[in-house]
């Protein structure tokens, strides 16, 4: 489908609006010792509401008139009341479908970030004045934003064209730039905004920063440890001049300002996911999963003993912060919660799948070291996965849960004897832990223990995310 046709219908589109953007700029609109400079600044955060306070005004224009390019003038010729007036009249994501919420949170989060990422860039390559265009380069995402609000079924079907281009201009979806083009120019947006969609000129270093920048964050949202966002570092390195591990320092410190800048809007926060580490290339899949179910085999000896059985000859893989907390906490659960077998499953980056991660316990054959759970379907993980909370299946009510278990489940699991746990660290869903034991009955002490030691999990990895960020 050619995406460019549908640009006079979305042209006259509903905007979106997060309603926690809503929520403070009505706050803020009621101190008398609140600038336009102040409201702007919630605004320019949110892609609908910017786009809505920019066509609104400009409609008010002659045609003889240059448009506004700026949230300050805008606010300054509408005035507060009317601004929030427009913003209480846009399509609050809380009202879309949930697939569609979810996407609209994520494009927001990269605009975020790729503000961030692109002002970072352009310091090191002298820009000048790079902060208005940073303000800006939040607004590249506008027609997948405009897209999702009112024609998501679109999306659905749409695939980006391939396209014979050099590095990193082959990563870009053009038919989705055209489109965020003619609405940019239909709309009269800012002139960064329309230069950052235009077809891209290596000649011309401001929109080939905007676009990396923006591509940066597109594959930071989805892991740090992928390919593209390799050569996307590399490139920015041969760009610069700035060595590639400092690159990656510097993006590191980047998202994790950008998580506390966002916090309590309920976005993605790419930041998090700097805990994990890194997944097993295939060939290592199976070594891994084994190396973190030996953890436990030596939880009884002093620290000498340890040392000296260590081979000094083979140097130790440096261990995460979540794979220190959570195994030592899975420890725990076989311990004290009477668990024969522990698992902790990882929240996929998109959110739409559960991977295990770590296991202890059980035979090196058993079918729940290569456990996966599609949450995207209605079961008893994507339940689970919903919000934070806990379950204990016995002998006794099993059966009113037995049809929510994926066949494959069913097998790997002791679904009669069994507690299930969701992670979320402040506000954020991570993974679920699974404990089981097909000898001996779980009861009542022991769920309690395990979550005790499920909430440990969690407090450990706040106080670890704390001490990260500052």
Request: aromatic share 6%.
């Amino acid at each position: 489908m050619n995406l460019l046709s549908l640009e006079t219908s979305l042209a006259d589109g509903k905007f979106p609006v997060l309603d926690a953007t809503l929520e403070r700029f009505a706050l803020l609109a009621e101190k008398p010792t609140t600038t336009h400079q102040h409201l702007a600044e919630i605004i320019r955060s949110d892609i609908g509401y910017t786009l809505a306070m920019l066509t609104a005004v400009n409609k008010t224009l002659p045609a003889t008139r240059d448009p506004v390019q700026s949230i300050e003038h805008a606010i300054s010729m509408l005035g507060a009341p009317r601004a929030l007036e427009i913003g209480k009249q846009l399509e609050k994501v809380t009202s879309l479908p949930d697939h569609v919420q979810n996407k609209i949170k994520s494009l927001y989060s990269q605009a975020f970030h790729a503000s961030q990422y692109f002002l970072a860039l352009a310091i090191q390559n002298r820009l000048p004045h790079p902060e208005e265009t940073a303000k800006n380069i939040k607004m590249i995402h506008l027609a997948e934003v405009m897209l999702l609000t009112n024609k998501a079924d679109t999306l659905d079907i749409h695939i980006p064209p391939a396209v014979a281009a050099s590095f990193p201009a082959s990563l870009l979806d053009n038919d989705m730039r055209e489109l965020g083009l003619a609405l940019a120019r239909a709309w009269k947006l800012p002139n960064d905004l329309q230069q950052s969609l235009s077809p891209l000129d290596t000649d011309k270093k401001l929109p080939l920063l905007m676009n990396l920048a923006s591509l940066i964050a597109q594959q930071t949202a989805i892991d740090w440890h992928n390919d593209k966002l390799n050569r996307l570092v590399a490139y920015w390195s041969e760009l610069t001049k700035v060595a590639e591990e400092r690159i990656i320092t510097t993006l590191h410190q980047l998202a994790a300002e950008t998580g506390r800048q966002i916090d309590g809007r309920h976005l993605p926060v790419p930041a998090f996911f700097l805990f994990f580490p890194p997944p097993p290339k295939p060939a290592e899949a199976q070594n891994t999963e084994v190396e973190a179910s030996r953890l436990d085999d030596n939880s009884e000896l002093e620290p000498a003993k340890k040392a000296a059985r260590q081979t000094p000859a083979v140097p130790k893989k440096p261990v995460s912060a979540l794979q220190d907390t959570v195994t030592r906490q899975m420890k725990n659960m076989q311990k004290e919660a009477g668990a024969s077998r522990v698992m902790f499953a990882m929240l996929s980056p998109d959110r739409k799948k559960l991977s295990v991660r770590f296991i202890i316990g059980g035979e090196k054959t058993d079918a729940l070291r290569h456990f996966q759970a599609d949450l995207s379907k209605k079961n008893i993980f994507s339940l689970l996965m919903s919000k934070p909370q806990s379950m204990h299946l016995t002998r006794d009510n099993y059966k009113k849960y037995l049809q929510l278990f994926p066949v494959m489940e069913k097998k790997s699991l002791q679904v009669n004897n069994l507690f299930a746990m969701s992670v979320f660290v402040k506000e954020k869903a991570i993974g679920l832990f699974v404990a089981d034991n097909n000898k001996q009955v779980l009861n009542a002490e022991h769920y309690k223990n395990f979550k005790h030691f499920c909430n440990q999990a969690v407090t450990d990895l706040v106080n670890s995310s704390t001490r990260k960020e500052s």
